[in-house]
């Protein structure tokens, strides 16, 4: 691998966590900025990732490939595709440089999530510079550090406010033998009751969005079990790009102006009549929202499906608030981790 792609820049790193300590300044953690849209805003020093980058380590017969943090994810992918595999959770990204770190940080998944797990199911091992200037290790046989938390996975959807991700070692799966997208011509309120009733049956989908009009479905797996849902489903057949799109929030939807929330939901919900237009995904677990409705009303409809309601757009509090209890929990693994509170301090809660 050349240089251009290959650079353990953890040294540099570590020295400039060392300096923030040492002068007590907040540092915001960066690599592609493609989720700069989610959280809150963070005050503080630039600390960029992206010159830590490279495969460190990938046996295709393993199934585990090891990446510095700053590795963009389409080296990544075209690593694994190269050799017939993926990442299960099919994480979002385009164009926009996403890395690693930043998947592994924001902690999302994309259509396949429901039926192959999310990203934090897939963190085996990961490096961090933590809050005391240390560069550790954890993962793999050893899976807690001394606190007794699973600091590798707790790293997944913390939004950098833990520490600075350097190295992520992931499971990796062979891609499906055969893949056919479809289309069928069925309302919302029927495709949701349809797609639990499939849910309990061996029908090989791997994912499923309705737009409103149209039940967008991919069959995955080998090219009988595709061929046998086909013929017992119908529909016609969809270019596999819709899902990127989706993925990559490139479809039609996403250009309306008002906010967009994302709703995330049990397994199987059923309609919900929410003020704005709406994209179902996941079967009905994930709602992608367009609307200019507030906040309270918003999340208090997705509390009261069992959910929570999370805003893609830089504001005061875009993600849920914590109950009390779940709330010093959290704190209390910040202080564990980051006890002079300098990593992405906010960025998740006003409190955190």
């Known amino acids: 691998m050349s240089g251009k792609t290959c650079h353990d820049a953890s040294a540099e790193l570590l020295q400039q966590v060392e300096k923030a300590l040492h002068e007590r300044i907040a540092l915001r953690i960066q690599g592609g900025n493609s989720k700069a849209h989610l959280g809150r805003v963070v005050p503080g020093q630039v600390l960029d990732i992206r010159s830590h980058r490279g495969i460190v380590s990938y046996d295709p017969t393993e199934l585990v490939i090891t990446a510095r943090a700053g590795t963009p994810l389409a080296e990544l992918n075209a690593a694994l595709d190269a050799a017939g595999q993926m990442l299960p959770c099919e994480p979002p990204h385009s ?70 991700l350097t190295e992520v070692s992931l499971k990796v799966l062979p891609k499906p033998r055969h893949s056919l997208s479809i289309a069928l011509e069925i309302n919302s309120e029927r495709a949701l009751l349809k797609l639990a009733e499939w849910g309990q049956q061996p029908i090989p989908i791997s994912a499923a969005c309705h737009d409103g009009h149209r039940l967008h479905l991919r069959l995955e797996g080998g090219e009988g079990s595709v061929k046998a849902a086909h013929d017992r489903l119908g529909g016609e057949p969809l270019d596999a790009s819709y899902w990127r799109d989706l993925n990559a929030r490139r479809l039609a939807f996403f250009a309306d102006p008002r906010a967009l929330w994302r709703l995330s939901l049990p397994t199987h919900t059923g309609p919900l009549n929410l003020p704005g237009a709406q994209l179902i995904d996941w079967a009905g677990a994930q709602r992608w929202l367009k ?62």
């Not at 199911?121 to 606190?147: C, P, Q, S, W």
């Not at 608030?321 to 509170?341: M, S």
């Open 95 to 164: 164009e926009d440089g996403a890395t690693l770190g930043g998947m592994v940080a924001a902690g999302l998944s994309g259509p396949r999530r429901p039926w192959a797990g999310s990203v934090r199911d897939y963190v085996l091992g990961t490096r961090v510079i933590t809050g005391h200037g240390k560069h550790l290790r954890f993962g793999g046989e050893v899976m807690k550090n001394v606190a007794g938390y699973d600091v590798s996975r707790l790293m997944a959807g913390s939004f950098g406010c833990l520490g600075v």
């Open 291 to 352: 609307s200019d409705a507030d906040a309270t009303t918003l999340r208090a409809m997705a509390a009261q499906a069992g959910g929570h309601a999370t805003c893609f757009e830089n504001g005061e509090q875009p993600f849920q608030p914590l109950a009390p209890a779940l709330l010093r929990y959290q704190q209390a693994l910040k202080t564990q981790l980051d006890p002079q509170g300098i990593f992405n301090p906010g960025r998740l809660y006003a409190e955190i």
